[in-house]
């Protein structure tokens, strides 16, 4: 049987719950508790579903302390930061997620994907494939055959031979892609110009950034609209497309401590899920999803 490790891009599903859910919904003291709740509601139902024997949790820290700010210091700075009621929400969303058994992580100068990646590049050389469980295109870059992408929100799944008709360019050439369009959520700039139809060809076409402005010549041949003015602008921007792919590349080799044991799940503590639980205002719906996730362990 195949065991396969489960990572979960937490913030996906934190600021969905925030932005959805009405901040009508307080603890006792009046304090917002939309954004845990969501979330918690996510985690049960993947927990019941899964039931997985390996997952990981991987937050987001902070949004101006990434090494990536140090490389480009508009990195994501279009991005409001999160308010105060937010931030406490995300420090109960780790704790009932370790009260639920399962390991996360966070790191003030990587960040959620470069989490993931670091252990997916080490699961796969003790053998294990990875699920990555997010909404973020970014994170399919990841793939490699025997690994998934499942959008869990939407249920969509994409294996390794799909992300290129899902995401616009094979897995090894996402990051090369997306440094040509740019990321407008990230701040990310790409090159003028040129889209997702155009990044597309381009990257079926040459294997890599390096093979493509070692080629640009070659460009104005293909059968792309405006394929000379689309070398012109790659000759232009040329610096841009290679700092915006520093960008775009998830780090894989973090320093960090994790094997597959680490990564067993364990079995909830009830007892501190009530307290938190009640210390949120939940009321007896979440100790009973608590108690069935506890049943199927």
Known sequence: MRILVYLIDASVFVFR???SLPDSMTDPEG?????????VGFLGDFLRRVRPQHVAVAFDESLTTSFRNDIYPDYKANRELPPPELER???????????????????????????????SVRMR??????????RDK?????????????NYVDNRRFAYHEVETGFGAIPERMADFQALVGDSVD????????????????????????????NLEAVTRLPVRGARGIA????????????ARRLTRIETDMALSVDEKTLSRRRPD?????RLYDELGFGPRMRREAEEIAETF
């Open 187 to 214: 701040n990310i700039p790409g090159v003028p110009g040129v889209g997702p139809k155009t990044a597309g060809a381009l990257m079926r076409e040459f294997s890599s950034l390096e093979s493509l402005f070692d």
């Open 270 to 274: 009830l007892q501190g899920l009530y």
């Open 232 to 243: 012109n602008r790659l000759r232009e921007h040329r610096d841009t497309a290679f700092l």
């Open 17 to 19: 719950a925030w932005f």
């Open 138 to 150: 970014d994170l399919a870059q990841l793939l490699r055959p025997g690994d998934e992408f499942w």
């Open 89 to 119: 929400q995300f420090t109960f969303c780790r704790q009932i997620t370790g009260l639920l058994g399962m390991t996360h992580f966070a790191d003030p100068r990587y960040e959620a994907d470069d989490i993931i990646g670091t252990i």
């Open 125 to 134: 050389s003790c053998g294990r494939n990875s699920v990555i469980v997010t």
């Open 31 to 39: 304090h917002p508790v939309n954004a845990v709740y969501g979330y």
